[in-house]
């Protein structure tokens, strides 16, 4: 027989089998550490969202520099050339004029005619039609940069909550592994103690199945790691094996100063904000349209022509009129158009100061959901601690005492499987303690930028 048999369980097998829990099945080329700095550093780096609106805020700004073109003159030139058949009789060399009906020009004489223009335009006064659009340009501008630096602060809260996830998941597969190899030799030893008739066979059957569930239950914790590694890839885009992975502790001051939270400090008040003062400057270039508009214009003409040559036409050109005005367009009715475009950004500003207050509403409730897990978690730390200590002096004392040959070695093996779960306990609530607290920092570091 290749091991002590109990039942369907051998030994043998199950040495084979803790083997197989502590290295994993899968062999990778080597160990990799992750810290919560360097995967919310690669979420950052390749995150979508992120590129999307770093585009959005160069689009934003080329907004901008839009709308101070209208600021500018405008210049054009036309080049015009054509043939034109008179209205004389057939066949006729007499000079014709030129007849009027309506709009419409009738030409007299037939020819070739050519002429080059140049014209000029400049907006004198819009009673702040321009001017307004480029204040609402610049708001959308300075708010999609205040977006995007919400857009990495939400990320990096995200990236916290699958790390921390992945973490205590980590420390308890890590955790079971140490209980699963002293269960080991305290079966062993319990098997010896057996054999010798010191222990009955129901005591060892009950460490067989104790055994057995934390191999299970490693097992499980395992794969439950695997999902929470899968989760924090999809933010990192890096792949983790649960074999070969090194997660570090978060890198945060737990001692962390609890301030009141304040809804204008945040950069999500300051960007809704700016949107709102967008769609006031909006309405104020709409209603700008209702007033005229004083408009500078000139043009100058070259005009030549023959009736004979095309190409003589274009030697004989030369100066035949320049002119310069102002004009007035004064919109009388525009059948309500203004009024409707006015109504619909109403709607649009009643519609972000309620997002404003949804969004703020649930900052505060995520900050001082943080700040009380913060304090609460710090009060049970100091509970698990003080047990973890007890442990520890108990199981000094069983060393002792073992020693002394006065209790079994299998007490002192029980009581490191209790310390290591006394231990796991107190890490645990340290790392949340540690990620409530890295919360409220992600949150002050944005508000302080």
Not at 265 to 290: C, H, S, V
Request: proline residues 2%; aromatic residues 8%.
């Amino acid at each position: 027989m290749n091991g002590i048999s109990f039942g369907k369980i051998t030994f043998g097998r199950l040495a084979f089998t803790i083997v197989l829990s502590l290295t994993g099945c899968v062999t990778q080329a080597s160990a990799e550490t992750i810290s919560f700095g360097t995967a919310s550093a690669k979420a950052i780096q390749k995150s979508y969202d992120l590129i999307l609106g770093a585009i959005d805020s160069g689009i934003a700004k080329n907004k901008v520099r839009e709308a101070k073109v209208a600021y500018k003159p405008t210049l054009n030139t036309s080049v015009n050339t054509e043939y034109v058949a008179g209205i004389g009789p057939q066949g006729s060399t007499q000079n014709q004029q030129a007849v009027v009906v309506g709009n419409t020009i009738l030409p007299g004489n037939t020819r070739f005619q050519n002429a080059i223009s140049l014209n000029g335009n400049y907006t004198i006064n819009d009673f702040g039609n321009r001017a307004n659009t480029l204040k609402a340009a610049k708001f959308h501008a300075l708010s999609s940069d205040i977006q995007l630096k919400i857009a990495a602060r939400d990320l990096k809260l995200d990236v916290l909550d699958a790390y921390i996830q992945a973490l205590l998941t980590y420390k308890q597969a890590k955790s079971l592994e140490q209980q699963l190899a002293l269960q080991s030799q305290l079966y062993e030893m319990k098997t010896k103690l057996w054999h010798a008739g010191k222990i009955s066979r129901i005591d060892l059957g009950e460490q067989a199945i104790a055994l057995k569930n934390t191999e299970t239950e490693l097992q499980a914790m395992r794969q439950t790691l695997g999902d929470n590694l899968n989760k924090l890839s999809s933010f990192t885009q890096e792949p983790y094996y649960v074999p070969s992975v090194i997660m570090e502790d978060l890198d945060c001051e737990p001692a962390v100063k609890f301030e009141r939270f304040v809804p204008a400090a945040t950069p999500d008040f300051q960007a809704y904000g700016l949107l709102i003062k967008e769609k006031q400057a909006e309405m104020r270039a709409i209603n700008a349209q209702r007033y005229p508009q004083l408009v500078a214009f000139t043009n100058f003409v070259l005009y030549g022509s023959n009736k004979n040559e095309y190409f003589t036409g274009w030697s004989n050109i030369r100066a035949r009129a320049g002119y310069f005005g102002i004009g007035m367009q004064l919109p009388v009715y525009d059948g309500g158009k203004t009024k409707v475009a006015l109504d619909g950004k109403k709607l649009e500003i009643a519609r972000l100061v309620a997002e404003r207050d949804k969004k703020l509403w649930g900052l505060r409730s995520d900050y001082q959901k943080a700040a009380t897990a913060a304090n609460l978690y710090g009060v049970e730390l100091d509970t698990k601690a003080e047990l973890v200590s007890t442990s520890k002096d108990q199981l000094g004392m069983v060393v002792r005492l073992t020693a002394s040959q006065v209790m079994e070695k299998t007490k002192a093996i029980s009581e490191q499987i209790e310390l290591a779960k006394h231990q796991l306990n107190e890490d645990s609530t340290r790392m949340k303690h540690l990620a409530a607290a890295k919360r409220l920092m992600i949150y002050s570091e944005i508000a302080s930028k």
